[in-house]
């Protein structure tokens, strides 16, 4: 898996599977239920740390699903877009249709199914700001549609468990001028280039905020910018960032993980949630 995860960590996986569309998708669920397999779901795999042994279930990775469509309405256009789709590219591809809403997410290197599960955001936007509606299949096979409002939108929380799939969303999008888009979307990412360590393999940020306080904020304070396990370190550029400098492990970026927790907790009393999901650690 270290192959398909951002952070180039993890042993193997009995099957990865790749279904074209949502009816593929529904067949290779009905034989895995039917063989009494295991799954998960898996999109750019931008925050999953997989366990250096892997995993003995069924992947199921849904990056090959892309369909992105406009219907024109009123301002602006609803867009209806695959949850396997790259967010970073829909972002693109409505810029080129001036289309606007979600530039404050750009460079976010996820699938948009990725994003709505865990209510992404940056910038002071999140994914679910302009987000109509969704189609899942849930842990039991069924299709099922829910508006926004039935979405328990959080802070990087939804509704979505991690048995089920965001098959397609629906975005409601303004007209913009195109070039007034760029320019938000260069802005964007330029910080995100000055803020953010991109030299090194990550999974993103690793901890959430703890009371509207960001978390790098008590790492740093902690003093534990350039702390290393093994070839997994605290980047010292951001360091609620833990990058790849070399060789890491799953193992080794657990353990840097539980260490920051620990001397966190010890020096401020603040108890650090992860935003990365860890596979495998369970038995």
Known sequence: MKRYTSMRVGGPVSY?????????????????WEEGVKYRFLGNG???????????????????????????????????VSGGASLKGFIVNSARHGL????????????????IKMNAGSFGSRISDLLESVRIVDKKGKIVSYLK???????????????????AAWFCLQNRDKNEIWKDMEYVYGERKKRHPMDFPSAGSVFKSVEGKPAWKFIEKAGL?????????????????????????????????????????EQSGITLEEEVEFWGFNG
Not at 54 to 64: A, C, F, K, N, S
Not at 100 to 115: A, C, D, K, N
Not at 149 to 167: A, H, K, N, Q, T
Request: glycine letters at 10%.
């Open 16 to 32: 990865l599977i790749y279904p074209c569309d949502e009816e593929d998708l529904v067949t290779i669920l009905q034989v895995a």
């Open 100 to 115: 606007s809403g979600l530039e404050r997410l750009y460079w976010i290197p996820g699938t948009i199914g990725g994003g």
């Open 149 to 167: 409002s039935e979405m328990r939108f959080g802070y990087r929380e939804s509704r979505i468990g991690p048995s089920e799939c965001v098959l």
């Open 225 to 265: 910018k350039g702390t290393s396990v093994g070839g997994a370190m605290v980047s010292n550029k951001h360091a609620n960032f833990i990058v790849n400098a070399g060789g890491a492990t799953a193992q080794d970026v657990k353990l840097l993980i539980d260490k920051i927790k620990q001397e966190v907790f």
């Open 46 to 80: 931008t925050n999953i740390i997989v366990h250096d042994r892997g995993l003995r279930e069924v992947v199921i990775r849904t990056t090959r699903m892309q369909r992105v469509a406009y219907k024109k309405k009123n301002n602006g256009a609803i867009a209806q």
